[in-house]
């Protein structure tokens, strides 16, 4: 599996952001072999809903992260064209556990020249479906989304164990 890049501070993938959730992405196949975003996380007390439970807030992000990421599939640290979302639609199953290494997954279901739809899931560590999720995405270049330079926000792909601090 290739990991893809996190960044310094942003609230998902944020390498730096002690409030963040600091998740881990990479790049797979689902099980008819095309492409998928792979997530793997931890809720942890800051990110409580109900007590014990992950806040649904913060699994939409991850589901519209992972989502999203799904553009970006093979292109390492030089990404050209990200994706903005459009609408993001969310199901809510099973309670979703803080503490537990959980993942998720997505992919992209349709695209065309300017727009992508994409589907992923979180899995509870039995395997089973907590949240899903229906998107669609804008083809977007970073310079139309905003004018920071990656490199300086600290996008490039950390190894697992430098992943916090």
Known sequence: MNKQPNSHFCFICGVKNVAGVQVRFYETHADDGSPEILARFSGQPIHQGYPGRMHGGVLTGILDETLGRAINYGAGEQVETWGVTANLDMR??????????????????????????????????DGRVAVAAMGKFLKMPLDAISDADPTALGWRIYPDQERSG
Do not use: Q
Not at 94 to 111: C, F, M, Q, S, Y
């Open 92 to 125: 809510f199953l099973l309670p979703v556990p803080l503490d537990a290494e959980l993942t998720a997954r997505g992919r992209i279901t349709k695209e065309n020249r300017r727009l992508f739809e994409g589907s992923g899931e979180v899995y509870l560590p």
